[in-house]
């Protein structure tokens, strides 16, 4: 989980904080990021599927849209990604992707309303690149303030709940996928409930200078831990969750990749989104390749890169794989060609020039235990 980065690293808000509580920091991104603590990757894991972990996401980039007289942000957005945006209640989340001409994934991203404005967080690696995008795309019609200082802590596991419910008692009846401005710790901070471990959960924005103090009082409760960058990619891998660069890119549609949940069904119709034509065809007839999860047998780990095939022939490749804890075995996803994408079909992975038997499976590989009320 470390990136090679040109330039001097940047530092989130809790970069004291990780380094009193002894993290292992690596490049990420751009940013000095923790990938673990002194308990391991392992024992991380099983905090935050079995209780609550603490994880520091500042480095991910956060936008404020407001339209300008005579617009409407919702509108404005969605000619930039495939989602219903303007379908948002205030309140309500989303999920979605830029999209460039061809229907690939510039990025996936979180949209959020919140009655007068839009919240977005976009992935750190591509946040100055989406808003130069945004803002050659939107300038006309929206205020666009980046809020690349910010804080975002997200807490995750079951018993987040009754942890952030102690500072703010509303936050209990709040739904997956929704939002409203919280008061916590004497700073205004938008939470949601949300995140991407497949466990039910909220990420929090915080004004920088409060994400110390409040990422310090929760972890001061004893079933909260910090989780490092490792964790989270175990965790999300479980959950069958993308990862931007490796699951998606500019590459993958969000049919080939079955997002195709994320897109609203009047625009699968209406399109005027970057990319459209490209989409509505693979609706129609079907992509080329689907995004499936992976089941090797034994011990072998398949790691990004690694071949997929069928009778000696490769019909796809890993994107992601890695030892599912909560499982105690080895899990991956990868691409494969459409007409040998389904479920129950055996397939071999290369691990290091040996094949190594594996069968397609449904995802996610654990079952992802989101509020929904």
């Not at 807490?155 to 209990?172: C, I, K, N, W």
């Not at 034509?277 to 992976?294: H, M, T």
């Amino acid at each position: 989980m470390s990136e090679p980065s040109a330039g001097p690293l940047k530092r989130t808000p809790l970069y004291d904080l990780h380094r009193e509580l002894g993290a292992r920091l690596v490049p990420f991104a751009g940013y000095e990021m923790p990938v673990q603590y002194p308990t391991g990757i392992l024992v991380e894991h099983a905090q935050t599927r079995n209780s609550c972990g603490l994880f520091d996401v500042s480095h991910m980039g956060q936008v404020r849209l407001t339209a300008k007289p005579g617009h409407t942000a919702a509108k404005a957005l969605e000619t930039l990604v495939p989602g219903d945006i303007t379908g948002l209640q205030p309140g309500q989340q989303r999920y979605t992707q830029f999209t460039n001409d061809t229907g690939g994934i510039l990025d996936d991203l979180m949209v959020t309303s919140t009655g007068d404005h839009l919240q977005l967080v976009v992935n750190a690696a591509c946040k100055d690149a989406d808003l130069a995008h945004i803002q050659a795309g939107l300038s006309a019609s929206c205020e666009i303030e980046p809020m690349f200082a910010r804080g975002l802590l997200a807490l995750q596991g079951p018993q987040a709940v009754t942890v952030l419910s102690r500072f703010a008692t509303s936050v209990a009846t709040m739904k997956f996928m929704t939002g409203a401005f919280v008061m916590i710790e004497g700073a205004r901070c938008y939470v949601t409930r949300s995140g991407y471990t497949g466990c039910d959960g909220y990420e929090i924005s915080t004004p920088a200078d409060a994400a110390d103090p409040i990422a310090r009082k929760l972890l001061s409760h004893p079933e909260v831990k910090p989780i490092g960058l490792g964790a989270r990619d175990s965790l999300r891998l479980e959950a069958g969750l993308c990862l931007y660069g490796h699951d998606i890119d500019t590459t993958t549609t969000p049919v080939e990749a079955v997002l195709l949940w994320s897109i609203g069904k009047e625009r699968r119709v209406q399109g005027g989104f970057p990319g459209a034509a490209v989409v509505q065809k693979q609706v129609a007839e079907g992509s080329p390749r689907k995004r499936v999860g992976l089941l090797p047998e034994g011990k072998a780990i398949a790691r990004e890169g690694a071949e997929i095939a069928i009778g000696g022939k490769v019909v796809g490749t890993v994107t992601s794989g890695g030892f599912a804890p909560t499982l105690g075995r080895a899990i991956a996803m990868g691409y494969v060609e459409r007409a040998q994408s389904a479920n129950g079909t055996k397939v071999e992975l290369l691990v290091r020039g040996k094949p190594v038997p594996a069968e397609i499976v449904p995802m996610p590989f654990v079952k992802h235990t989101y509020y929904r009320g």
